[in-house]
């Protein structure tokens, strides 16, 4: 186990020094600037972008050109890459450093939904060993100084694992991190995550921080994933779905484990917010949305999608809840705001655990005859070039 996982709680990903070892994940459709800045409101780590399609930022696509837009307050600024095509890659890294547009670069090797499986992409790739370690090192050469790191699922399957070889790649590479999502592309998001998968992975790289993504609800979790695995650090998803609030909890709960504040302290600065905290948070995630977007019928189409995880074991009747997810204006989110009993108190447990859908395992979609070899063809590079043209738009 990492000594430094357990006493030293600051985390380095190249010369980024973070105060907290605590990485927001990236998430499609989620992690724009507008969560960003709120998460950052509440506490402290690296905030990762949504997934960037490499093609459709070489191709300068508006869409994506506004994803990788950071706001002045965003530092340091973090843009995860998703590519098949080791050229569009490392042409993607070289624009975001020649016009200094991020300070940290993550590559999706982890995505399991299956429009990007089944094109050869995110979870699917590392099966390609030849093609994973093109890619990982044309993108470390392109950034130069800027950091590189990778994050990524165990494997397709149980039956095709690929995290420990493809980190022992990435590590030769010369990246700054790896994330490990302990589950398979096959598991998607059910059942437990696989921590056991975050030791082996420890104890298998040696000279760059492990990160550990899955399961982490709370900061009680947090510190558990780092005692039972060693990692040096957590990646938090769907945890903070409607709870960007987990992110001064997880802070808290690092610095008292470091000795910087009292159990006694951390523990009064977990978050319990009553349904007026939570409704007032929703309401500031609709405000930034609308700066984001620059149209507040588009931000609050968007916001829809938040409502029932920040309201998840708060009493707002159906009523309520039916009405915020067709919201059309701030306005009207306010009149809908104001019926509920804002003094109600913090639900507790009802309000914490699992959120957003875990789905049921799958069999992963996949390029025919995928799994026959861990070699890609030529012919099969040529496939691989055209499917990222399919994902243009970020």
Known sequence: ???????????????????????????????????????????????????????????????????????????????????????????????????????????????????????????????????????????????????????????????????????????????????????????????????????????????????GNGDIWSGEDALRMVDETGCDGVVVGRGCLGRPWLFGDLAAAFRARAGEISEEEAARLRAAPSLGDAVKTLRRHAELLVEFFGDEGRACRDIRKHVAWYLKGYPAGHEVRASLSTVGSLDEMDEILATLDWSEPYPGRDAEGPRGRAGSPKKPALPENWLASRDLERAGRADLAAAEREHSGG
């Open 1 to 211: 186990m990492s000594t430094s996982a357990l006493t030293d709680q600051k985390l380095s990903i190249g010369p980024i020094r973070l105060d907290v070892p605590v990485v927001l994940a990236p998430m499609a459709g989620i992690t724009n600037t507008a969560f960003r800045r709120l998460c950052r409101e509440f506490g402290a780590g690296l905030y990762v972008s949504e997934m960037i399609t490499s093609r459709a930022l070489v191709e300068r696509n508006e869409a994506t050109m506004r994803l990788i837009t950071h706001h002045p307050s965003e530092t340091p600024r973090s843009i995860q890459l998703y590519g098949v095509d080791p050229a569009t890659m490392a042409e993607a890294a070289r624009i975001l450093v020649a016009e200094d547009r991020t300070d940290h670069i993550d590559m999706n090797f982890g995505c399991p939904v299956p429009k990007v499986t089944r094109k050869g992409g995110g979870a699917a790739l590392p099966w390609k060993t030849g093609l994973f370690r093109e890619i990982v090192e044309r993108v470390v050469d392109a950034a130069g100084d800027i950091p590189v790191t990778v994050k990524m699922r165990k494997g397709i399957d149980s039956d095709h694992l690929t995290y420990l070889e493809a980190a022992k790649a990435a590590e030769g590479a010369g990246v700054a991190a790896i994330a490990l999502h302990a589950r398979t592309a096959a598991d998607f998001y059910s059942g437990q995550a696989d921590w056991s998968a975050i030791a082996r992975l420890k104890e298998t790289v040696s000279s760059v921080p492990v990160l």
